[in-house]
């Protein structure tokens, strides 16, 4: 059960207590956001690399199968 402040002095406090808390808050979500931006920057690399990866075998299974069909003609 929470406490209702009784005057003005003790509003302005919890208001304070509440503002301390977002700034709080707020500085915690800045640093998880730039972790999660570092981390996102190197799974960039990695996933470019396995896109060249299915790409260049997707071309080259290509490449076969126009060969087979030529070489049927």
Same mark, same amino acid.
């Given at each position: ?15 304070? +207590? ?11 979500? *800045? @640093? @998880? %956001?730039?972790?999660?931006? *570092? @981390?996102?920057? *190197?799974?960039? +690399? *990695?996933? @470019?690399?396995?896109?060249?990866? %299915? !790409?260049?075998? %997707?071309?080259?299974?290509? !490449? ?5 069909? !030529?070489?049927?003609?």
């Amino acid at each position: 059960m929470e406490m209702e402040p009784q005057t003005e002095r003790e509003h302005i406090i919890s208001i304070q +207590g509440h503002i301390t808390g977002v700034k709080r808050e707020l500085n915690n979500l *800045k @640093d @998880d %956001v730039q972790h999660v931006h *570092k @981390d996102v920057e *190197k799974l960039g +690399g *990695k996933i @470019d690399k396995i896109y060249w990866v %299915v !790409l260049s075998t %997707v071309g080259a299974v290509g !490449l076969i199968f126009i060969e087979t069909l !030529l070489g049927m003609v």
